[in-house]
């Protein structure tokens, strides 16, 4: 790192008035700082960051500014730096340490690379694992929760949570159809099966495993064959809903919270299957009648080889950890989308950006998924899913689909091309909607003067400079050039509230008509 790029840092900091979730200000011109390694070991644990140490945070008019105030000792500071990620962390950091001049004044900026996922957690030693290990969520150091904790544990050491045997249940929980089906296509696929006994099959293949000398079903043979697998685990069923508008909290015509509400519960099959139906009855269909051969077409609001690819992920991989036996999946049907929520987020290494590729990505439950192609039907397309999604999607001339990578969900969201002055900013980028020209022109934030156009730019300052008189969410959204009320609340409007820089002016009643927010002095 050179002056340039320290400079170019702080220069983000002041554009944004805040640290971010790759940078961090700490004023160090009084000596060492007391507290830094939360910092150290969540860059490590997360995407990596720069702490620019003599680098002061300030109030200034009630503008945030960060000023270079330099260093005590800079000498010193790097040896002490060093030391600490060299003893005092597991596993042991290696960082850069630049020093530069600004104004007179010595900057120490210390990079921290990401550490491979396999290396995960680092935590500061003398504050144990559990205390210790942090994550960056925005500009905050976090304590990784002890279900992260556990993720990077069982990836680092293999653990297979499908592979768990589940001691109050037995083989007579198996649905005896599902498994004859299964052990004669083992013993077509695999011939030398065939002089084994079924339970020896079903122990090869994972469904089944021992434990003291007795048989127990595991977790992937309860979710894959079992007659009602919520028996032993309650909450692993996929809840359904439809919702009669545009947010979870829309009411209906008449004050209806859900147009459709459904527990699904059964095995992944069954769950698969009856999530197809529910979605099938709750979509609009379009037909259409061919002037040539009078034959009927009809064609779904959503391709349904999308929504299948997507169910069929959300129930096989999500995570059966004993952390997720409370949470259930989601499928939530809006006006203008549908979403899936899938209990845990991306498992191991993979991240969005390896989504986009067609390389294969590490599976969370290899058991559940070796049993479903045996048995077939459900996952004949290994390896094809996001494509498939992404490839239909187009098809249908529908925005591709919006993957979100949660700190303990992962959420896959389809918009059915009705609504584009709803589009969230991420479809804005979209260049494979058809619709994109359109959105981009109603979304383009701008104000025009003497024919001209001039960007107004979202920011917190901007929010708050508008907002000293209090303003309505329209007010609000008409000004900067926005049609998305929902996206642009939850992006910009509830982080405000949350850190207390703005307010409602009817904090009893947040849904009122009538709610304003001003900036708070």
């Not at 919702?243 to 008449?254: H, K, Q, S, V, Y």
Request: aromatic share 10%.
């Amino acid at each position: 790192m050179d002056k340039k790029d320290i400079l170019e840092m702080i220069q983000e900091l002041n554009e944004k008035q805040t640290e971010t979730i790759c940078i961090e200000a700490k004023t160090a011109n009084q000596g060492k700082p007391e507290k830094y390694y939360d910092t150290v070991s969540s860059f490590a644990n997360t995407m990596g960051g720069v702490i620019l140490f003599g680098v002061e945070e300030k109030k200034i008019k009630n503008k945030t500014t960060f000023i270079p105030t330099g260093v005590y000792d800079a000498n010193e500071l790097q040896k002490h730096i060093t030391n600490l990620c060299s003893t005092e962390f597991v596993p042991i950091i290696r960082p850069e340490i630049s020093v530069v001049d600004i104004d007179n004044k010595k900057i120490v900026a210390v990079r921290i690379d990401v550490l491979a996922q396999r290396n995960k957690p680092c935590y500061y030693k003398p504050k144990g694992l559990h205390n210790g290990s942090y994550i960056r969520v925005g500009d905050r150091d976090d304590n990784m929760s002890e279900y992260e904790i556990y993720k990077c544990i069982s990836y680092r050491d293999n653990v297979r949570d499908d592979l768990k045997p589940v001691l109050k249940a037995s083989i007579k929980d198996f649905d005896e159809k599902l498994l004859n089906k299964f052990i004669a296509n083992a013993k077509a696929d695999k011939p030398k099966f065939a002089e084994f006994s079924d339970e020896e099959i079903l122990l090869q293949y994972g469904a089944l495993t021992e434990v003291e000398d007795k048989i127990f079903p595991t977790v992937a043979g309860i979710m894959v064959f079992g007659i009602y697998p919520q028996k032993f685990f309650p909450q692993w069923f996929v809840a359904a809903i439809v919702i009669p508008g545009f947010e979870i909290a829309d009411l209906g015509d008449e004050g209806q919270r859900f147009d459709d509400n459904k527990r699904i519960e059964g095995n992944i099959s069954e769950m698969y299957e009856e999530t197809i139906a529910f979605l099938n009855r709750n979509m609009k269909v379009k037909v259409i009648i061919s002037d040539k051969t009078g034959l009927r077409t009809d064609i779904t609001q959503y391709p349904l080889d999308a929504l299948r690819e997507a169910i069929s992920n959300m129930i096989i991989h999500r995570d059966y950890s004993q952390f997720k036996t409370g949470a259930y999946s989601i499928v939530t049907v809006y006006k203008d989308r549908i979403e899936f929520r899938n209990v845990g987020n991306l498992y191991g290494s993979n991240t969005i950006e390896l989504l986009e590729t067609r390389k294969a990505m590490e599976v969370r439950n290899e058991t559940i998924v070796k049993l479903l192609e045996t048995l077939g039907g459900i996952i004949e397309n290994r390896h094809t899913g996001i494509f498939t999604m992404q490839k239909k999607m187009k098809e249908a001339n529908l925005p591709e689909p919006i993957f979100t990578n949660e700190r303990e969900d992962f959420v896959v969201t389809f918009y059915n091309g009705e609504y584009p002055e709803l589009y969230p900013e991420e479809l804005m980028k979209n260049k494979n909607a058809q619709v994109n020209a359109q959105v981009k022109d109603k979304n383009a934030q701008v104000n025009t003067q003497d024919n001209q156009k001039v960007v107004i730019k979202v920011s917190e300052k901007a929010i708050m400079d508008f907002c000293i008189e209090p303003k309505s969410l329209k007010e609000i959204i008409e000004y900067f050039g926005y049609k998305n009320a929902r996206g642009f609340r939850e992006k910009y409007i509830n982080p405000l509230l949350k850190e207390n820089k703005i307010s409602q002016t009817i904090p009893d009643k947040p849904k009122s008509k009538n709610q304003k927010y001003i900036t708070t002095k």
